[in-house]
């Protein structure tokens, strides 16, 4: 059975359909005014720390207040270039400012450091859109809930916000149902208990399921198809619950409270407008991590996941932070260390011996960046400098397995920092299997097969040559 199409779809456009031409022109102006707006917060900063705290009304303000403007530029330059979601987190930069502005007391070295932290992460998530990167703009939460919370505001921050607006209103075909339930007391009384033990963190499975079976029994009874596809889906986030598939944390468990009071509103007939709410749940519906076996087991969430298309969105870890973890200039120095690395090897290996000692320098340099940018892949930068060590001391060109393990390891390293992905877990484990792969292979043994990644590697590195 097909759903039934409630509206035109015009849902979003993701980043791979996109026209980045725009994007690509107004970055560097962007990554100008994020610069100039966070040296005016420290200016400021600096100012008020030299002033005595009876001169901070008299504290002249304008730095604050051009960076402010400056944020509001670069914000609508993103939403012109389409890019509204990432543009949120420069509009709650302004309004952060706006509030110090207001409040000049309270604008210390940490709002400074937050705010750039913030355009950090931002020109990072942009850079790797414009790289080809498939990233939701919701890996920037964690970045837009701390600025949100430098002016109070982070109860009212979603991850939600950040996600594209989903206009299309299909009503699904759930794969079975309960009898129809109108908003009286005997379902209340069920809600109410079942929202209690979820926002105690008791039993959450089953009362997500009972739940399920209420928001099932809702949109039975409903003849408008609004409020039908409202409650299946309630259902379908409800049943994910049920079955694992997400975790419940302090914005799922809210769902179940504003659940609850959408059905208390329309048991009075108040009128309601939960779209919001909906908009909430199909984001959940999107994140919800699967096997196989609590998939097929979830029927009514998978209903309503296949129906909507919810497998275009990728699932993001919004409690993490993946982007402004760094330095921008640190990241920019090491991408050329590596580059530098990579054309002095490909000499060395090519019978170059001139090239021994900037190499052995040049690898030292690049051991330096990964100490300083991803500790955990110390044992690579190790197992880099014992091959470069040895070369050095034999005088000669590597062997043709040393020469290949190595250019392995520098290719990695130039996909993991281009990629901008280093909060990734998996590049630690892969810098373990390369530096066992680099001792090995010094130490005489025979080069072991590529592992599919590195193919993968190889493959993708051809296919952007090409």
Known sequence: MSPTEVTAPTGHVSHGEQD????????????????????????????????????????????????????????????????PQPALLLR????????????????????????????????????????????????????YRDVQALYGNQGKVHPADLWPIERRRRDPQLPHSVA????????????????????????????????????????????????????????????????????????????????????????????????????????????????????HAASVWRAVYDTFGLQRHHAVNYEQPRFGRFDPALLAQARKRIASATELWSALAGGDVQKIKPAVDQFSLVADSLSK?????????????????????????????????????VLYLQAAFASLDLADEAMASHGATLAQRLTAVLAGETTQPLEPWMEQLYRQVSDQQT
């Open 20 to 83: 980045l031409g725009p994007l690509a022109w107004v970055l560097e102006e962007l990554r100008k005014s994020l610069d100039a707006a966070v040296k005016a917060t420290r200016r400021f900063v600096r100012e008020a720390q030299e002033a005595s705290h009876s001169d901070l009304g008299a504290l002249d303000s304008s730095p604050l207040r051009t960076a402010k403007q400056q944020l509001h530029q670069s914000s609508g330059a993103l939403e012109m270039v389409g890019m």
């Open 92 to 143: 709650a930069m302004e309004t952060a400012l706006q509030h110090y502005v207001q409040n000049p007391a309270d604008c210390t070295e940490a709002v400074a450091q937050t705010l750039e932290t913030a355009s950090f992460a931002l020109l990072e998530f942009l850079d790797a859109i414009l790289a080809g990167k498939q990233i939701s703009s919701v890996a920037l939460f964690p970045q």
């Open 180 to 295: 129809p339930l109108d908003y009286g007391p005997e379902q209340r009384k069920v809600l109410d208990a079942a929202v209690l033990q979820i926002v105690k963190g008791q039993e959450v499975a089953a009362a997500s399921a009972r739940m399920r079976d209420v928001c099932i029994g809702f949109a039975q009874a409903q003849a408008e198809s609004a409020m039908r596809i409202f409650w299946k889906v309630a259902a379908a986030h409800f049943d994910a619950m049920a079955h694992g598939l997400l975790k419940a944390d302090i914005y799922t468990k809210r769902v179940a409270s504003r659940v609850l009071m959408v059905s208390v509103a329309l048991a009075k007939g108040d009128p309601v407008a939960p779209e919001r709410l909906l908009q909430d749940m199909l984001f959940f519906c999107a994140q919800a991590a699967s096997s196989p076996e609590a998939a």
């Open 373 to 409: 940018l991803h500790p955990d892949s110390q044992n690579l930068a190790k197992a880099l400098m014992q091959v470069m060590h040895a070369v050095a001391t034999r005088g000669q060109p590597p062997s043709a397995e040393v020469a290949m393990e190595v250019a392995t390891s």
